[in-house]
């Protein structure tokens, strides 16, 4: 008994050093209210591992689940949240969250198509005081390593409508980027998981390590 537990020592440390090369790490949104905030599933560790070859960020291969309410959520610098359904933020999570983004971390939020009347409703309490606000394509958030002149790509056609990236800004910062008819994190599936041709998922990771790098340094 004595060996088994000495060896889940050396392993647990051995795991902590190995952990230790990374920089940090980020998460999905675990949310109430019925949506599938656990949708694509392959989207943030295909993401994470470009933006480490891309933009040498250093971020640990896979992703954290965070709920909206717990104090853990201050130890990631970004938190993104997808999901079709709806979403309900308790009073405990509202401020949380709140007090998260306004002391330095950042949200994306990916409508994954029907996320939109829900979080629209649940930020207002974030916010109260806030409205999303559709960015300029020359905000930073399209000008960082890789330009989107035009903005947001268009990943799948949803309703058929341009993509628009939407934000919420607290005192002047960019605080939570909002991606809209677009789907960004269907392009960082796997490509066997819808098939999307290449370049159109070269553009969504290209965008979504954007995202990262203004997180992590310009914000």
């Known amino acids: 008994m004595k060996k088994l537990l000495i060896l889940v020592i050396i392993l647990h440390s051995s795991f902590l050093i190995a952990k230790g090369q990374y920089a940090y ?3 999905k949104l675990k949310y109430n209210g019925g949506g599938d905030w656990y949708a694509n599933k392959t989207s943030l560790p295909n993401l994470i591992k470009f933006a480490n070859a891309n933009l040498r960020m ?3 291969p896979e992703e954290d689940i965070v709920e909206p309410g717990s104090p853990d959520l201050f ?3 970004f938190v993104h949240m997808t999901g079709h359904g709806n979403v ?3 009073e405990a999570d509202v401020q949380n969250i709140r007090r998260y983004l306004i002391s330095g971390g950042f949200l994306h939020i990916d409508d994954n198509y029907g996320l939109d009347k829900f979080i629209r409703r649940e930020m207002k309490k974030v ?3 806030l409205n999303f606000v559709e960015l300029p394509f020359n905000h930073p958030v399209y000008q960082q390593k890789f330009k989107f002149a035009t903005g947001l790509p268009k990943v799948h056609e949803h309703d058929g409508k341009a993509p628009q990236g939407f934000g919420l800004i ?9 991606s809209y008819e677009c789907d960004l994190g269907n392009g960082w599936e796997d490509q066997s998981v819808y098939n999307d041709p290449e370049p159109m998922r070269q553009q969504a990771l290209r965008m979504g390590a954007n995202l990262l790098q203004y997180a992590t340094t310009t914000n």
């Open 88 to 90: 309900t933020f308790s």
């Open 75 to 77: 130890g990631y610098p």
């Open 58 to 60: 250093n971020i640990f």
């Open 127 to 129: 916010f109260p005081e």
């Open 25 to 27: 790490k980020i998460a």
């Open 170 to 178: 607290y005192q002047g910062r960019l605080v939570c980027f909002y």
